[in-house]
């Protein structure tokens, strides 16, 4: 029972953190910048669940961040949980693939999350959408994929703490490889 408690103090710690940095990203950024598009602030939480917890609670922890999220954007439910599924499996995909223990690794994943979290969405409104996008905001994407790894090193940090304090161990097939 108390396993229980631990691991779902953790998942409520990875959400919460999910949650501010989402608010932060979609009220105060555009309070101090306008609309100059900012970093995807919450996808190094996602990205860290992916690349150090197993399959099976990357895939829930994926649902659960879309449900959390779902507050804060006009995209669909739906679209937003195949969307955050599949960026989740694939930062899994290429941590099997590619992987090596530093910060740049880190800053590296989550650059390409941010990228393809929008091809992702691009994608699932012409395969589940009731309107598909049809005028991409190609350079937004580009600079939004460029400032999220500005925040890689810092929250990893962060997150290892949230590990270390709800005593979660990261899985233990990670280790620097090229496969």
Sequence with gaps: MKERLILAANVA???GA??????????????????FPGPALWIPCLVYVALYRSTLETIIYAYLTAFVLATLTAMPEGILMVTCLALALSAQVFKHRIYWASASYAMLICGLSALFFQVFHWGATFVIGDQPMTSP????????ALLTPLAAPILFPVFH??????????EGDVTARVS
């Excluded at 905001?137 to 939004?144: H, K, N």
């Excluded at 703490?161 to 990261?170: A, K, L, N, V």
């Design 137 to 144: 905001a190609v350079i937004d994407w580009v600079i939004e």
């Design 161 to 170: 703490w949230f590990d270390h304090i709800t005593g979660r161990d990261p």
């Design 13 to 15: 710690l990875f959400l």
């Design 18 to 35: 999910t949650l501010l940095l989402g608010t932060l990203q979609t009220s105060l950024w555009f309070q101090i910048f306008g609309y």
